[in-house]
């Protein structure tokens, strides 16, 4: 047998290690490791942009439980992993280490600059100590809380060729990460504040749907009769249905809410920090979390912190709270509860009928939504929502309910646009495999959710946030994926300026200095972006379907036809340009304090409560 190169053991560590996919773009050194991995049956996604290519990775271990695994010259994508907990092997060619400080070609000490920002970073400094290098950082990044972990390769490793005396038996898999339990003493501590509490809430976010939580979750919620509020992307951990969803009413949720049970979720800002006026001032907080560094964080009091897995920790506090049930029927704190619910949803079912052309973002994507549950209902599971973009994410969050988790994918915790079409392909891999057949089952997903068979990933984009990583609809059509793509395109970043053609024309012309001359004359502001761009034909380019939707009636039709196509499909849903106004993310405006359910009927507070789950709820 031949020697063996460095490209080959990597290629080798990583089949050993059971990676069935990488992302990535390849370059010099780093072509080598990627057609070794396709020789040993690796699937090898090819991406036009390293970051859409890292964001695939990073949210493709969240969806499997298991590193993704990303493949460039450079190395991105660490910051987005790290925030959001995601597990994540970035593997990154670098310059010969003979020419070390002589200005070689990309020369980089990566990692030096990575190893503040990752949970470990290695060079292998021969070839024999590459499996040990890749095992290591895999290994490293999925046990505790998930993050980054980077294997920088130098080219000459990378061509090397190992002697002949040289003899590496296959890696070995690296076993599930330990699931720690919680102290006996502070659940016993927890269970009694709980039990006391006058108004109660439980706050379910995304590290409980990583941590495959949902059924000892369900069965916590079914015995205590507590409200619970999802995050962002804990919707789903709990079905949106759900009688004791808070969602539609999450302003009066915080503002009153006493004793407060975190799982997995952060007292960042998406949660406000916890502290007033969004919250109770006198809360008390409840963590949950694998992570010890979030215990005591802001608000939370870290005698009231479990440092432990959630799944694991979930049953043996049931156990501690015995018989105990909150009695939501006969609480003023639920009472009110369901009053704000009921006076959003009305107002939110009001929005969505707006009849008024152009479009608003509530009325578009309330078609959609229509549209979409006739073609396959939340219950099924059978579709994957991807979404970014301020009001598009923001408004879709509540438009859009899902019954099972990690069937929602957003900007995450750093609000970071550019990752929807990264993460649409990331999630059209992780549950229909890559050349799967249409209705066989996801190959990778280590946890079914919802009905079996094929899913669809249905992407909603702003037009600005669409921009940063569109070309990978040719990645797309390349790997026959039939993804859905809506943009919503009002023609600006936030808002556009306008929703005539001939005036954006005139603020074009006194930008360019062609119009009115005018010093005091206002031309196109930062926001500004072209007005009717057709997106839509980026899919006609690759050989998808382009589509234009311009009433709701034409959005219905659209969404049919890209549902059926069987490739991709980019429809341009026109809206209107929008209100200008204070320009931030819904979740982190602040309010003065108000009266019950005040702050809940300002426009984009309303929009991202209206939440579908709750007719007839206990609440």
Not at 136 to 161: T, W
Not at 192 to 199: F, V
Not at 597 to 607: F, I, L, S, T, V
Request: some cysteine.
């Amino acid at each position: 047998m031949a020697p063996s190169t460095g490209a080959q053991m990597i290629a080798r560590s990583l089949r050993d290690l059971g990676v069935a996919v990488v992302f990535g773009i390849v370059g010099i050194p780093v072509v080598e490791i990627a057609e070794e991995a396709i020789n040993l049956g690796i699937k090898f996604v090819a991406f036009r942009n390293e970051q859409a290519a890292a964001y695939a990775a990073s949210v493709y271990g969240y969806l499997t439980a298991k590193p993704g695994v990303c493949l460039v010259v450079g190395g991105p994508g660490i910051g987005n992993s790290t925030v959001n907990a995601f597990p994540f092997l970035l593997l990154a060619g670098s310059s010969e280490t003979h020419l070390t400080s002589k200005g070689a070609f990309q020369e980089l000490d990566a990692v030096s600059f990575l190893t503040p920002h990752t949970k470990s970073a290695f060079r292998p400094a021969a070839l024999d100590a590459i499996p040990d290098a890749i095992r290591n950082a895999y290994r490293s990044a999925s046990y505790g809380r998930p993050g980054p972990s980077f294997v920088d390769l130098p080219a000459d490793i990378i061509q090397g060729v190992a002697s002949s005396s040289t003899t590496l038996g296959p890696t070995s898999l690296v076993p599930l990460p330990p699931k720690p339990s919680a102290n006996e003493t502070t659940l016993f501590k927890v269970a009694q504040l709980l039990k006391s509490a006058k108004s109660p809430l439980i706050v379910i976010g995304k590290g409980a749907a990583y941590a495959r939580a949902s059924d000892s979750i369900g069965s916590l919620i079914t015995q205590i009769q507590v409200p619970f509020l999802p995050t962002p992307m804990g919707k789903g951990v709990l079905p949106d249905s759900h009688p004791l969803n808070a969602a539609s009413a999450r302003s009066t949720a915080l503002r009153e809410a006493d004793v407060v049970c975190l799982l997995g979720a952060r007292l960042n800002w998406i949660l406000h920090f916890g502290s007033p006026p969004k919250w109770n001032a006198s809360a008390k907080f409840i963590q949950i979390d694998i992570s010890a560094d979030e215990l005591g964080r802001n608000a939370a009091d870290p005698a009231l912190a479990i440092h432990g897995d959630i799944a694991t920790v979930i049953p043996q506090l049931q156990t501690h709270l015995s018989t105990w049930s909150y009695k939501p029927e006969s609480s003023p704190y639920a009472s009110r509860l369901l009053t704000a619910k009921e006076k959003n949803l009305a107002t939110a079912a009001k929005k969505a009928a707006d009849p008024t052309l152009p479009m608003t973002h509530s009325s578009a994507l309330s078609a959609i939504e229509r549209t979409l549950h006739s073609l396959s209902p939340p219950d099924d599971g059978r579709i994957v929502y991807v979404s970014e973009g301020a009001n598009t994410m923001d408004i879709s969050r509540s438009i859009f309910p899902v019954s099972y988790p990690r069937l929602r994918l957003d900007a995450g915790t750093h609000a970071t646009m550019g990752v929807g079409m990264g993460y649409a392909i990331a999630a059209h891999v992780a549950y229909n495999g890559l050349g799967a057949t249409p209705g066989e089952a996801g190959i990778n997903v280590t946890e079914a959710v919802g009905k079996p068979g094929k899913k669809k990933v249905v992407s909603l984009e702003g037009d600005s946030a669409f921009g940063f990583s569109a070309m990978e609809v040719e990645t797309m059509a390349r790997y026959g994926m039939d993804i859905l793509i809506f943009v919503i395109n009002n023609g600006g970043v936030y808002h556009g300026d306008t929703d005539d053609a001939a005036r954006w024309k005139e603020l074009q012309e006194t930008t360019l200095g062609s119009g009115n001359l005018d010093p005091g004359a206002k031309g196109l502001r930062s926001t500004s972006l072209s007005f009717g761009t057709r997106y839509e034909d980026l899919a006609t380019m690759v050989g998808g379907l382009g589509l234009v939707a311009r009433t709701p009636e034409e959005v219905e039709a659209a969404t049919r036809k890209g549902w059926e196509c069987g490739k991709v499909c980019v429809v341009n849903v026109m809206v209107g340009k929008g209100e200008g106004g204070k320009l931030e993310f819904g979740w982190q405006a602040s309010s003065k304090p108000k009266g019950d359910g005040a702050d809940e009927q300002k426009g984009g507070e309303q929009m991202r409560e209206k939440g579908k789950g709750g007719r007839g709820s206990k609440l």
